[in-house]
């Protein structure tokens, strides 16, 4: 059922990315809230299907996006296995982890993207890429990440309901 | 006898009083016995009046006070719904300036054929500059296609779906569209940047290039139509011991605004690598 949930939620989040955060932008860096909502689910107590989720919204991100086919699946992919690990070790303080989650997860997927652009033959000014592009994208991030948190997480919770010791 | 003569000396008596009463009345010399007669009449009915003036509001105002905020509640309703109606038709008076620009763009070139489409998103990538439009390959689109807006060149097709299409715009990064400087007719490469800025390259040393010089497209290597119009050069860098000038650009075309474009549907791009030479191997 939640792998299920994940192509409609993650259809809204790429929809909603494409229409909407990208001409949102700070400096030149947007939010990414597809990515957002990946570290959301995979941090979820319950939740085990972090993986399938990460998967499914980096292929929806890979079809919507201009980069190479496989950029964004590989990085959200990396950014899940950070986020269980995270909920694992973190499970008190989750917040915290979903929010260092962010931080590495834009930083990856940033990497990952700047690596397949000097691939394809264009180089990119390093420092002017994280002064325009990187660091107003992990604000933005940042200040996104809380919101699309207490929203999954009201939904995991309805797919998972908490469990009472009589 | 004496009980008759009484009662008709009493009914004479007020016959006569009622006959003269009337005479004086009719002769208008009653008035003021009349207004002081009758002033404690008017002041009780006055008290009278408004005892139950203020009586029947007290039961009927519940009433209206639900009535009128019934109809404050309608008003509100229609005045949102008006609101809304204001809002669609200022979007659309917006879209049919656009597209009257549009429309005015393709009649001053005449020798291409155009297809609009609408800017439905951009790519979610902050390292690539690429919108979507709503048309693709079955509306015609093919790659490579050149986009323009009312103001000059934007990019061209990058990729094609059944119903929708990719545009790299011309500040992508890894752009570069053979130019000519109007009016030197100098040739240069026009190259996009992380930032959305644009700037050329490889202007030659002995060309004369000046801010307010305009760019148009020069059609070598085939990708774009030639005698587009791009830009405007507005600082040129030049230096005697580099092999080349280059310039900053100011594009015609305002690509943070970008709602509705125009495909020239009737330019294919010409493959010129099979005419490269390859170099032979030793």
């Known amino acids: ?3 299920l949930l994940a192509i409609p ?3 809204i989040a790429t929809i909603l990315q494409s229409a909407v955060i990208s001409r949102m932008p700070l400096l030149h860096g947007t939010a990414d809230i597809i990515l957002l909502t990946i570290i959301a689910w995979a941090v979820q107590e319950d939740v085990e299907t972090g993986w399938q989720w990460g998967l499914i919204g980096g292929f929806l991100a890979d079809f919507t996006s201009g980069l190479p086919f496989g950029v964004y699946t590989i990085s959200y992919l990396l950014t899940t296995g950070l986020a269980i690990a995270l909920r694992k070790r973190i499970w008190k303080l989750i917040v915290l982890g979903q929010l260092f989650a962010t931080v590495v997860g834009t930083l990856l997927t940033h990497a990952a993207s700047l690596l397949a652009v000097f691939i394809q033959g264009t180089n990119l000014p390093l420092r002017e890429v994280l002064e325009t592009i990187t660091l107003p994208s992990i604000f933005l991030n940042l200040l996104f990440t809380i919101p699309v948190y207490i929203l999954i997480q009201e939904i995991a919770l309805r797919l998972h309901p908490e469990e009472i010791a009589i | 006898m004496k009980r008759r003569f009484p009662s008709i000396i009493r009914n004479i008596v007020f016959s006569l009083l009622t006959i003269g009463l009337l005479a004086l009345a009719l002769g208008g010399y009653i008035g003021p016995l009349s207004r002081l007669a009758l002033a404690p009449l008017v002041a009780a009915q006055t008290w009278a009046s408004k005892q139950y003036q203020g009586l029947e509001d007290f039961i009927t105002a519940p009433r209206d006070v639900t009535v009128i905020r019934q109809q404050n509640a309608n ?3 229609e005045n949102a719904h008006l609101q809304a109606q204001i809002v669609t038709l200022q979007q659309q008076l917006t879209e049919y300036e656009i597209l009257a620009a549009l429309l005015d763009f393709a009649r001053a070139h005449p020798e291409h054929q155009y297809l609009g489409a609408t800017v439905i998103g951009r790519d979610i990538s902050p390292f690539l ?5 709503n048309r693709g390959s079955d509306d015609g689109l093919r790659r490579g296609m ?12 990058s990729q094609v779906t059944a119903k929708s299409a990719r545009i790299q715009l011309i500040t992508d990064p890894s752009v570069k569209v053979n130019v000519r400087i109007q009016p030197s007719r100098s040739e240069a490469i026009l190259t996009g940047s992380i930032t ?19 760019i148009l497209t020069s059609g070598l290597g085939g990708n774009y ?20 000038q280059s310039a900053s650009v100011q594009p015609v075309s305002d690509f943070s605004e970008l709602e509705i474009v125009l495909v020239i549907i009737n330019f294919n791009p010409i493959e010129i690598e ?3 030479p390859v170099p032979k191997t030793p």
């Open chain 1, 1 to 3: 059922m939640s792998i």
């Open chain 1, 9 to 11: 939620v993650l259809s």
């Open chain 2, 75 to 77: 008003l509100e309703a």
């Open chain 2, 129 to 133: 500059h690429y919108v979507i439009i």
């Open chain 2, 146 to 157: 050149p986009i323009v807006t009312q103001n000059g060149l934007a990019g061209r097709v």
């Open chain 2, 196 to 214: 959305g800025e644009v700037s050329l390259e490889q202007i030659p040393q002995n060309a004369k290039v000046n801010p307010g010089n305009l």
């Open chain 2, 225 to 244: 139509p030639p005698n587009i119009i791009v830009g405007q050069v507005t600082s040129v860098k030049s230096q005697e011991y580099a092999l080349f």
């Open chain 2, 274 to 276: 099979p005419l490269l």
